[in-house]
């Protein structure tokens, strides 16, 4: 079983840049693919980005590649989203999934209710 925990969201004006972690707890996790979906008012919720689990392939959706950076620390059972050039429309719930199974690139190609685990979500907010 994994748990996971985000943190890192806030308010930023939009150009900004803010860090959101993850924190997993169960020692399995670090075999797991590592995602950040996000879920704005009215809207589905949606990819973000991934990381296989050693950390060699990653994936992004096409909206926030150059700006978002995805990076995990298996040692501390951690994944990072790092998120520059913040625009108004970045503005959502973030959450943190984790899958068993999925390559990073199938974690954004395949539905949301596939993942098998996730976290509560963190706010982010970018003013314009």
């Known amino acids: 079983q994994v748990q996971l925990v985000e943190s890192g969201g806030g308010l930023v004006q939009a150009g900004g840049s803010l860090r959101l972690s993850c924190a997993a707890s169960?020692?399995?996790?670090?075999?797991?693919?590592g995602g950040w979906f996000r879920q704005a008012p009215g809207k589905e919720r949606e990819f973000v980005a991934a990381?296989?689990?050693?950390?060699?392939?990653?994936y992004y959706t096409d909206s926030v590649k150059g700006r978002f950076t995805i990076s995990r620390d298996n040692a501390k059972n951690m994944v990072y989203l790092q998120m520059n050039n913040l625009k108004p429309e970045d503005t959502a719930v973030y959450y943190c999934?984790?899958?068993?199974?999925?390559?990073?690139?199938?974690?954004?190609?395949?539905?949301?209710?596939?993942?098998?685990?996730w976290g509560k979500g963190t706010l982010v907010t970018v003013s314009s």
């Open positions: 999934a984790a899958s068993p199974v999925a390559t990073a690139q199938a974690m954004g190609l395949m539905s949301p209710e596939g993942m098998d685990y």
């Open positions: 169960g020692r399995t996790f670090r075999s797991n693919t």
């Open positions: 990381i296989s689990w050693i950390g060699a392939s990653t």
